[in-house]
């Protein structure tokens, strides 16, 4: 069975434009969760949807956003992108959306922001 | 809110070494408890978890143990192998009943040498 998997896996924006990163969940799972991990540190919380609707937000700027998809899938959109934007962005799915559950990553998207 | 601290690396071994790495938390009530390894250019992977007190969590030789009184969960493995370098983070996830929010160390790298 294919995990989850992101799309793309490498792109270079210029400061201030859009980027929009793609999720397909494992089969079955309907919680998706997306993570920014800056070089050198954890990854850190930014959405969580379930059954498209949010259910939790980090502490990220509005330019963040996000939604899911009738088939569980998932878009991170990211607008006037900044120089510290650039980071690798983790698509996380589960089989609930319960708190404690296990949360399986994919291989991210690498973003660059020049 | 909640946190977890990790030793700071990178951590240098030889193999067959033993390794520990440590793990600390703050957190209310019973959160689970994770390991999740990166290899270079990759996302993460779960290693293992635990979700209880005194539950021992082990995979691929690697064991952890949910320690409550002293709010630990330290990551070993007896004999490690060069094919084990990779960065080791320590995460948790607060307990049922709150959105699934997995709040990450920073990280140690492992380095085995042969």
């Known amino acids: 069975d294919a995990g989850v998997t992101q799309s793309p896996t490498h792109l270079i924006k210029t400061r201030g434009q859009h980027v929009t990163l793609r999720c397909s969940p494992i089969?079955?799972?309907?919680?998706v969760s997306w993570y920014q991990q800056v070089l050198g540190q954890g990854p850190q919380f930014i959405f969580q949807?379930?059954?498209?609707?949010?259910?939790g937000r980090g502490n990220f700027p509005d330019r963040f956003s996000a939604r899911q998809f009738p088939n569980y899938s998932s878009e991170l959109n990211v607008n006037a992108l900044l120089l510290g934007d650039s980071a690798l962005y983790l698509c996380?799915?589960?089989?609930?959306?319960?708190?404690?559950?296990?949360?399986?990553f994919g291989e991210g998207s690498w973003l660059t922001v020049v | 809110g909640n946190s977890v601290t990790q030793m700071e690396g990178p951590v240098t071994l030889s193999e067959e070494a033993f390794l520990t790495i440590n793990c600390t938390y703050t957190a209310t009530g019973y959160p689970s408890l994770f390991w999740y390894v990166q290899y270079p250019g990759e996302g993460l992977q779960l290693l293992l978890k635990a979700t209880k007190a005194d539950d021992k969590g082990s995979n691929k030789g690697f064991e952890a143990t949910y320690r409550k009184e002293t709010t630990s969960f330290h990551l070993e493995k007896g004999s490690v192998q060069v094919s084990d370098s990779a960065v080791y983070f320590c995460?948790?996830?607060?307990?049922?009943?709150?959105?699934?929010?997995?709040?990450f160390g920073t990280g140690t790298k492992l380095q085995v040498i042969p």
């Open positions: 089969s079955g799972h309907k919680s």
């Open positions: 996380a799915s589960s089989s609930t959306a319960v708190s404690g559950n296990t949360i399986y």
């Open positions: 995460a948790l996830s607060p307990p049922p009943g709150g959105y699934q929010k997995v709040t």
């Open positions: 949807y379930y059954e498209k609707e949010e259910r």
